[in-house]
């Protein structure tokens, strides 16, 4: 069975510019989320997905990130325009839900702002 | 307050010796299950071991067990037998299932020396 797949591996920019980060869940899995890891600390949930219904984006900084999972599989993740702050890994991961509702992560993006 | 809490930063522990990580939660939902997860330095997220709040028995898989006191709110990790191959950061979380939220602790940096 095929694990989450993120797109780029790697990304360099410039503050001010805009990125996009590509995530595509496990097969079946219909909850999808996206977190982000600053350096030395634990993840942090931005946003996640209940097929291509928003579940929670409590802490989604609106005014520059952005995210879409159109038709309930594949999802985007933008950031527009990036600070020196938003440099961190970022983290899709999804689930199928039932009892344990455990969440498989794909490798991560790590974005630098210059 | 802290939704997790990993009271230890770093860790150190011989190869072959059993260790274990701390890890306290709170939450007032009363259904709710417990992760914990590995990061190696190369950056994914495996799961390792789930627990679920209505589980009378703690979970196990190989060399990982968890050690769940609910009147105390703790979900320690334990690995017996230590590898080098398990130097790593690990992260417990929680996900509350009615509020159907997710949080991760900080973390804890494990360093297994030969």
């Known amino acids: 069975e095929a694990g989450v797949a993120q797109s780029p591996r790697y990304k360099i920019i410039e503050k001010r510019q805009s990125v996009a980060f590509w995530c595509n869940p496990i097969?079946?899995?219909?909850?999808l989320y996206w977190y982000q890891q600053i350096l030395g600390q634990g993840p942090k949930l931005l946003i996640q997905f209940q097929n291509n219904g928003v579940v929670d984006d409590s802490q989604l900084p609106k005014d520059r990130f952005s995210a879409e999972r159109l038709k309930g599989v594949d999802s985007t993740l933008k950031i527009q325009p990036a600070k020196l702050e938003d440099s961190a890994v970022y983290l899709c991961?999804?689930?199928?839900?039932?009892?344990?509702?455990?969440?498989?992560f794909g490798p991560g993006t790590r974005l630098t702002v210059l | 307050a802290q939704k997790i809490t990993q009271t230890q930063p770093g860790m150190f522990v011989q190869e072959k010796e059993a260790v274990t990580l701390d890890c306290t939660y709170d939450t007032s939902d009363q259904s709710y299950g417990l992760f914990w997860y590995k990061q190696p330095s190369s950056g994914e997220m495996i799961f390792l071991i789930y627990?679920?709040?209505?589980?009378?028995q703690n979970a196990t898989e190989g060399r990982y067990s968890l050690n769940f006191q609910k009147a105390r709110k703790s979900a320690n990790l334990v690995i017996s037998a230590s590898q080098l191959g398990d130097s790593a950061m690990y992260f417990c979380?929680?996900?509350?299932?009615?509020?159907?939220?997710?949080?991760f602790g900080s973390g804890t940096k494990l360093n297994v020396k030969p």
């Open positions: 097969s079946g899995h219909a909850t």
């Open positions: 627990q679920g709040s209505y589980d009378e």
């Open positions: 979380a929680m996900r509350e299932k009615n509020f159907n939220k997710f949080y």
């Open positions: 991961a999804s689930s199928y839900g039932g009892t344990t509702d455990t969440q498989y």
